[in-house]
Nanobody, 113 residues
Framework: QVQLVESGGGLVQPGGSLNLTCTAS?????????MAWFRQVPGNERALVAAVTNGGSIDYADAVKGRFRISRDNTKNKVFLQMNSLKAEDTAVYYC??????WGQGTQVTVSS
């Protein structure tokens, strides 16, 4: 069974950048068509942030288009989320996911001055 571990979260000022990493173990990402990042704030459901397929198809939530970039490196079993021009409303716990069925433990991102 594939396990996912997120890292790279933290506290950043508005306008700053963070790079999140999702590391998979117990399986090969080369066998997994779609990988995604979600985020969740207390009281809300998890919401899709970005997704990337092995075919190169990428989708972003409207709120992050032009600011976030998702990528994957199957040789390293990693998925990345580069976040630029961060806003206070990006504050959330960020989760890596496979088909909304497998989840990591999440990493907190806080955007605050």
């Amino acid at each position: 069974q594939v396990q996912l571990v997120e890292s790279g979260g933290g506290l950043v000022q508005p306008g700053g950048s963070l790079n999140l990493t999702c590391t998979a173990s117990g399986g090969s990402l080369a066998d997994i068509w779609s990988m995604a990042w979600f985020r969740q704030v207390p009281g809300n459901e998890r919401a899709l942030v970005a997704a990337v397929t092995n075919g190169g198809s990428i989708d972003y939530a409207d709120a992050v288009k032009g600011r976030f970039r998702i990528s994957r490196d199957n040789t390293k079993n990693k998925v990345f989320l580069q976040m630029n021009s961060l806003k206070a409303e990006d504050t959330a716990v960020y989760y890596c996911s496979i088909a909304s069925a497998y989840w990591g433990q999440g990493t907190q991102v806080t955007v605050s001055s």
